[in-house]
């Protein structure tokens, strides 16, 4: 047998693992790693910072369905790119991360980019391997399939100097099939069947694990056939229809707290569903969690005794058996509630959404965003990725813009980060629009456009405020001074994309902002819009979806 290079090896084996695109930033020793991967038509998306590319990484494994893979240097490259580990293992997205390390007869002696970055993330990542020339085929295959199999999450291969640099032989085959898929106990369906059919008010939630699962079609089914209300969480949209006549999105408060018994697919009692908890929750709910993690049943106020683990494709079709012929009455007083709270709250956002101010407000800006868009791009034909991130930027903007199929939105997800948007972009370009595509949605199958609506962190006061405050501070004063949300008002972001070749907007408004909406979504470069919006709306910096439960509770007793 012939022998060949560390880094060949581990290019032939990512190739054999059906790895098709890899995220990186590369030097000493992993850029050998990259170049052969290229040489074998990997495609290496480099990037100028580790935590975006591992970001980007994070994303482009939620899309695809198995894991995205992300190589960077050791010691600092790991650092960064720790944080694309967090967000994996947060949102439950499969990620493969490898990083070069210095070589293993220099450990302790200062070597270049020495770190021990096994002992760092293994209390992170569902399995941490350093690999050794003759374990290379064992060590990629182990972390890719475990990074895939069962709940997805972050695994990690350390690769020293000496590994990737050395010479050795292959001696097995990287060949990891598609994860098995688990179905329930037949006993558990029927009792969870039965209790939906026994509801008053029954809900079902739909989560991004039932994206990931890419379990839409038998779950169309499930809400088309027993016509049980449902509600996605906010990367769980798209999975059914926006425009589905049983969505109650827009009456979510009327919904959980009506709801008597709720069928979870793919999402977690996190503080996303308010832990299942009261106030927001019926304090009589029975919660059916449909998970293919058995840990994840039973928590905060899920019971485990009503959870079945299992794949949501599968299991979703045995409760759709159990339930045939059954179909929930919709002309009950829970469906009527629903059915107001949609009409008060749609018809409140449509007036908000009109409102004709300059500079405009987060509804206004989104409204002429959407109509322009949806004017080039129908929303029936799944054209657009949408990135979002920011606290009200992504809180409105998730009710402002329709999403018809599913994994077209992403946004900060369950970790709440803000700073994944451009990695998240790239990687939707890339899992939708290289040749050979590895995701798909809806039935167009042509390029999908990115559009990322970004807040930019900063409270906005406007320019003379904004002065005063800052003269305040120069004077040494607390009171009137800079915020410690006080950045910059009116960034020139815009000149970004220019400085890279794209095309930038200042806009204020609206006619302004439908121009440079459709003249950048028919660019073909990247294009950034810098819309300035009313200062002062968010005075408080929170999620629309975060609230303290027991506090709520306490405060609910006085
Ligand atoms: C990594 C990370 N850093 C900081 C935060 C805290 N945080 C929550 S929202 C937010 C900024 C929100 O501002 P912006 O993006 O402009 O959105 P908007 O002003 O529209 O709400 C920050 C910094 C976070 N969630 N994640």
Redesign the pocket.
């Known amino acids: 047998m012939s022998s060949s290079s560390g880094a060949a090896l581990i290019a032939q084996a990512l190739q054999e693992l059906g790895v098709k695109v890899i995220f990186g930033l590369v030097g000493i020793p992993v850029v050998q790693i990259a170049e052969e991967a290229i040489a074998l038509g990997i495609r290496f998306i480099a990037f100028r910072n580790e935590q975006a590319a591992s970001y980007a990484a994070t994303a482009y494994g939620y899309l695809t369905g198995k894991p995205g893979v992300c190589l960077v240097v050791g010691g600092p490259g790991v650092l960064h790119a720790w ?1 694309g580990i967090g967000n994996a293992s947060a949102n439950a997205f499969p990620l493969l991360l490898l990083a070069g390390s210095s070589e293993t007869h220099l450990v302790t002696k200062g070597a270049f980019q020495e770190m021990d970055a096994i002992t760092l993330l293994s209390p992170h990542t569902k399995i941490s391997i350093r690999s050794t020339i003759d374990s290379i085929p064992e060590s990629l295959t182990n972390a890719y399939k475990t990074a895939w199999y069962g709940r997805g999450g972050p695994t990690f291969v350390d690769l020293p100097a000496d590994v990737i640099q050395g010479d050795g032989e292959k001696t097995m085959a990287y060949a990891v099939p598609e994860p098995p898929k688990a179905a329930s106990d037949p006993e558990k369906i029927r009792v969870v069947a039965q209790l939906l059919k026994s509801a008053k008010a029954p809900l079902v939630i739909v989560g991004k694990g039932a994206a990931y699962a890419q379990a839409e079609s038998v779950i169309r089914k499930l809400i088309d056939e027993t016509r049980i209300p449902f509600l996605p969480t906010p990367m769980g949209k798209g999975v059914l229809p926006d425009s589905h006549a049983s969505n109650i999105a827009s009456a979510r408060s009327t919904a959980l707290k009506g709801a008597d018994v709720v069928l979870i697919l793919g999402a977690r009692l996190n503080w996303i569903l308010h832990f299942g908890d009261e106030p927001k929750w019926n304090s009589a709910v029975e919660i059916c969690q449909v998970d293919i993690s058995a840990e994840e049943l039973g928590k905060n106020n899920g019971d485990a005794s009503l959870g079945i683990v299992g794949d949501i494709k599968v299991v979703t079709s045995q409760l759709l058996n159990e339930l045939e012929g059954w179909q929930y009455d919709t002309s009950s007083d829970f469906v009527r509630a629903l059915k107001a709270s949609e009409k008060k709250n749609v018809a409140k956002a449509a007036k908000s959404a009109k409102v004709d101010s300059t500079p405009m407000t ?1 509804e206004r800006t989104f409204d002429v965003i959407r109509e322009t868009i949806d004017a080039i791009s129908p929303v029936e034909d799944g054209g657009v990725v949408y990135v979002s ?8 903007s998730r009710s402002a813009f329709n999403v018809e199929h599913p994994r077209l939105r992403l946004d ?1 997800g369950t ?5 994944v948007g451009l990695g998240y972009a790239i990687a939707a370009h890339c899992a939708y629009n290289l040749p050979s595509p590895e995701a798909a949605s809806g039935p167009e199958s042509s390029r999908k456009k990115v559009v990322c609506l ?7 006061e406007d320019s003379d405020a904004w002065l005063e405050m800052q003269r305040n501070t120069i004077e040494g004063k607390s009171k009137g001074a800079l915020r410690s ?1 006080s950045l910059g008002w009116e960034v020139g972001y815009e000149n970004i994309a220019k400085m890279c070749g794209g095309k930038g907007y200042l806009v204020r408004t609206p006619e302004e902002l439908a121009k440079a909406t459709e003249e950048g979504f028919k660019a073909n470069v990247p294009v950034v819009v810098n819309v300035i919006i009313q200062a002062g ?2 005075q408080k ?3 629309a979806w975060q609230n303290n439960s027991k506090k709520a509770k306490k405060d609910s007793k006085l």
């Not at 991130?389 to 409105?396: H, L, R, S, V, Y």
């Open positions: 944080a987060y991130e920011g606290a009200n930027t992504m809180d409105k900060a970790y709440a980060t803000m700073g970004e807040g930019d962190s900063a409270f906005g949300s709306q968010a910096l929170e999620f």
